[in-house]
Nanobody, 126 residues
Framework: QQEVVESGGGLVQTGGSLTLSCVVY????????MAWFRQAPGKEREGVAA???????KYADSVTGRFTASRSNDKTMMTLEMNTLKPEDTAMYFC????????????????????WGPGTQVTVSS
């Protein structure tokens, strides 16, 4: 049975750091592109960071230089290291997976992903 589970969210002050983790079960992980999305109340879900099976990454402009995505195919795990957090980073963060290779234009589009976790809340206080 396929399952995606996030962890690591919490409350942090502006300028602080958090690391989110995503563990995947029941998928041939190294063949899957993985991504982090976030959704704040009243806003659409947006792509934050994505990483393909080979480790290639794509980031939203709003987090470039502050967030770093990485993966361990042996552990079927992806992480998102978030630094210099801002109040506008406050959202529910979701991990997603899709069996797809080639190109990068689609990697931050939520409609391209098939498997989703339930989310983990990140709150950045001002």
């Amino acid at each position: 049975q396929q399952e995606v589970v996030e962890s690591g969210g919490g409350l942090v002050q502006t300028g602080g750091s958090l690391t989110l983790s995503c563990v995947v079960y029941g998928l041939a992980f190294d063949h899957y592109a993985m991504a982090w999305f976030r959704q704040a109340p009243g806003k659409e879900r947006e792509g934050v960071a994505a990483i393909d099976g080979g480790g290639g990454t794509k980031y939203a402009d709003s987090v470039t230089g502050r967030f770093t995505a990485s993966r361990s195919n042996d552990k079927t795990m992806m992480t998102l290291e978030m630094n210099t957090l801002k109040p506008e980073d406050t959202a529910m963060y979701f991990c997603a997976a899709v069996l797809r290779i080639g190109g990068t234009w689609w990697m931050l589009l939520p409609q391209e992903y098939k498997f989703w976790g339930p989310g983990t809340q990140v709150t950045v206080s001002s």
